[in-house]
T-cell receptor
Framework: KNQVEQSPQSLIILEGKNCTLQ??????????LRWYKQDTGRGPVSLTI?????NTKSNGRYTATLDADTKQSSLHITASQLSDSASYIC???????????FGQGTELSVKP | DGGITQSPKYLFRKEGQNVTLSCEQN?????MYWYRQDPGQGLRLIYY???????QKGDIAEGYSVSREKKESFPLTVTSAQKNPTAFYLC????????????FGQGTRLTVV
């Protein structure tokens, strides 16, 4: 069964600290993996898209990694800001029909 | 200003009523999608359309209906047959499938009263 599991479910950190969010998937055949940021009551906004051959991709203070062998991805946030408080969603696209499979998200709260 | 627009932002429905959620995009995207989001769960696909006048059921299509008469518009009707319609509904669009970016609307929160 195609699944995407994220951990932790929720995370509280202090402003200025770094954090890492995890995503494990069992989607096959794999096409690409995306990380989205979703503010409360808003639609998700894309942070990164990674294909099978990419190990690391950065977008400002966000750095995503992908290990296609172990089917794991991580999203590292550097020098967190209050505006980073949001839900971070890992999404894997299957090559079979192009279906998107969503993780349940990690709820990040950055405190002053 | 290019984008994908959902309306209304909040919607209240009485039990037994049908209600239609609007989704419009001016990105010239062929593919459009409707997802449902519930607390603690990943987004679940309701319906999707890859081209005008064609649409396919997603994982949880029961109690919902859609139409795709125009490329720009993909309205979702939540019928009285949907047993638990209270949720956050998200519409998305993309140029196609594969590596293409999926852009999301701001969502509609539907509450049954």
């Amino acid at each position: 069964k195609n699944q995407v599991e994220q951990s932790p479910q929720s995370l509280i950190i202090l402003e200025g600290k770094n954090c890492t969010l995890q995503c494990n998937y069992t989607v096959s055949p794999f096409s690409n993996l995306r990380w989205y940021k979703q503010d409360t009551g808003r639609g998700p906004v894309s942070l990164t898209i990674m294909t099978f051959s990419e190990n690391t991709k950065s977008n400002g203070r966000y750095t995503a990694t992908l290990d296609a062998d172990t089917k794991q991805s991580s999203l590292h946030i550097t020098a967190s800001q209050l505006s980073d408080s949001a839900s971070y969603i890992c999404v894997v696209r299957s090559n079979q029909g192009g279906k998107l499979i969503f993780g349940q998200g990690t709820e990040l709260s950055v405190k002053p | 200003d290019g984008g994908i627009t959902q309306s209304p932002k909040y919607l209240f429905r009485k039990e037994g009523q049908n209600v239609t959620l609007s989704c419009e995009q001016n990105l010239n995207h062929d593919a459009m999608y409707w997802y449902r989001q519930d607390p603690g769960q990943g987004l679940r696909l309701i319906y999707y359309s890859q081209i005008v006048n064609d649409f396919q059921k997603g994982d949880i299509a029961e109690g919902y209906s859609v139409s795709r008469e125009k490329k720009e518009s993909f309205p979702l009707t939540v019928t009285s047959a949907q047993k638990n319609p209270t949720a956050f509904y998200l519409c998305a669009s993309s140029i196609g499938t594969g590596l293409t970016e999926a852009f999301f609307g701001q969502g509609t929160r539907l509450t049954v009263v």
